[in-house]
């Protein structure tokens, strides 16, 4: 079954620092997504992304934040500057054009920022 | 009022239990729900989509309750591998999903 992989699965970073987490959706879907789960809180809506451009982002997406197809098959979260309140699970997700309301998670990169 | 409100639990039930977990939401222009599963650390997976006429899969049952703005999961004969974390999902008129906090649920032997 075809898969959202993500990489890395964990980084260690220290504050300041800029973080691409990277994603790479199933090949034919065309919506992409961004959420985050800060240890023992629901998940969080960061971004959508589609036709080369964000379509909503939320008030947590704010200038530290950015979001990148740069080829074909890669779609990448980058912080600018890390912050320790940025520590968190980042799932990203896909669906096709068609699939409606099914989307898909990627396992997660385990964000931790010291 | 939370977007998306659910009993943190933790449910503690016995295999062969039946269980029920409930939800409510506060947009009123909600357009879906869903009903996903989190293992610890993990992704979350798609159990269900619930609609309004209430749906079943298996020992799962959903329901929708739009006047009262209300969700509800039941699981029938509890297995330990059902022991995770219940997310309710709602999708309101845009392009994201909004969850709640989940309902943890221990299944022992």
């Known amino acids: 079954e075809p898969e959202v992989t993500q990489t890395p699965s964990h980084q260690v970073t220290q504050m300041g620092q800029e973080v691409i987490l990277r994603c790479v959706p199933i090949s034919n879907h065309l919506y992409f997504y961004w959420y985050r789960q800060i240890l023992g809180q629901k998940v969080e809506f960061l971004v959508s992304f589609y036709n080369n451009e964000i379509s909503e982002k939320s008030e947590i997406f704010d200038d530290q934040f950015s979001v990148e197809r740069p080829d074909g098959s890669n779609f990448t979260l980058k912080i600018r500057s890390t912050k320790l309140e940025d520590s968190a699970m980042y799932f990203c997700?896909?669906?096709?054009?068609?699939?409606?309301?099914?989307?898909?998670f990627g396992e997660g990169s385990w964000l931790t920022v010291v | 009022r939370k977007e998306v409100e659910q009993d943190p639990g933790p449910f503690n039930v016995p295999e062969g239990a039946t269980v029920a977990f409930n939800c409510t939401y506060s947009n009123s222009a909600s357009q879906s729900f869903f009903w996903y599963r989190q293992d610890c650390r993990k992704e979350p997976k798609l159990l269900m989509s619930?609609?309004?006429s209430g749906n079943e899969d298996g020992r799962f049952t959903a329901q929708l309750n739009r006047a009262s703005q209300y969700i509800s999961l039941l699981i029938r004969d509890s297995k330990l591998s059902d022991s995770a974390t219940y997310l309710c999902v709602v999708k309101p008129n845009t392009d994201k999903l909004i969850f709640g906090t989940g309902t943890r649920l221990q299944v022992f032997p």
């Open positions: 997700a896909s669906r096709t054009l068609i699939s409606g309301n099914t989307i898909y």
């Open positions: 619930v609609y309004s």
